[in-house]
């Protein structure tokens, strides 16, 4: 992490703060412990998760920054319950499905993790991060099935439904406009299963509308332009950016202390 980076951090984490000490119930405290997590302020991230977490129980995003932060301190399993009580609160989370199909990666579960990425893809099929961690593990997942299920009935249901759902998400790409990403899913799907004319009718159908609407990409680009930040300016001077920081630690300091002494005052 590089100085203005760290710098910008502590910058938010100092609002974030503020924010809380007016408002101890505010939702804020997910933004503050992902910062925390970044710096790598690891059991202040899980503490002011925590903190949050108690004061709006039924938060989902809480479950999911405090689950970040276990699984980046190696607390695997607590992780997974908080993972798990996020899906639970919305099932339809993508960033929890997310987290959960990492942990699963991390866990070898990658099977579970594939499932996990698959529900998230066609949740948000505009992602093009989710599209290729699920592209990245169908391989392995497909492998596994095959060699524990192979020859069984059941083992054709799944594989089954694996297909209708990876068909389903490049149709949904279809109806978005990635006409690239449904048509490298298709083209996936016709060498896994060169018989069926159906994926070659789907490619030539995306194809057909390449050729007609050769610049689709250009909206992407755009909304990537969009959403894009400016960088924050630097200090003028080294000596300008130590006292800013030695500022906002004193500030995060003053904070802690704070969330100790009244902290049991919350429920």
């Not at 990658?110 to 699920?134: F, G, I």
């Not at 593990?137 to 099935?145: I, R, T």
């Not at 200090?235 to 904070?255: C, F, G, H, N, T």
Request: proline fraction near 5%; aromatic fraction near 6%; hydrophobic fraction near 40%.
């Amino acid at each position: 992490m590089t100085k203005e980076q760290a710098t910008r951090l502590l910058g938010k984490i100092a609002g974030y703060l503020e924010i809380l000490r007016k408002d101890p119930h505010s939702t804020t405290f997910v933004p503050l412990s992902d910062a925390y997590r970044n710096l790598g302020m690891l059991e202040d991230a899980i503490s002011v998760a925590q903190s949050g977490i108690e004061a709006l129980p039924f938060f989902g995003p809480g479950y999911v920054v405090l689950g970040r932060a276990q699984m980046q301190c190696g607390e695997l399993d607590h992780a997974a319950l908080s993972f798990d009580k996020a899906l639970e609160i919305d099932p339809d989370s993508v960033v929890a499905l997310k987290s959960m199909a990492k942990l699963c990666v991390i866990q070898g579960d990658k099977e579970r993790a594939c499932r996990l990425l698959a529900r998230a893809v066609a949740l948000s099929p505009e992602d093009p991060v989710l599209a290729n961690l699920h592209k990245s593990l169908q391989p392995a997942c497909e492998a596994n099935s095959n060699s524990v299920c192979e020859g069984t009935e059941i083992s054709n249901d799944s594989e089954d439904q694996s297909l209708f759902a990876t068909a389903t998400v490049a149709d949904l790409y279809v109806r978005q406009g990635h006409l690239d990403k449904a048509r490298n899913i298709y083209q996936e799907l016709l060498q896994a299963h060169p018989d069926d004319e159906t994926f070659r009718e789907r490619i030539a159908y995306v194809d057909k509308l390449l050729a007609e609407q050769p610049s689709l990409t250009d909206s992407d680009s755009a909304s990537s332009m969009r959403l894009g930040v400016a960088p924050p300016q630097s200090p003028d001077s080294q000596r300008d950016v130590v006292a800013i920081l030695q500022k906002w630690l004193e500030a995060i300091q003053s904070r802690r202390e704070y969330v100790q002494k009244h902290s049991a005052g919350y429920c």
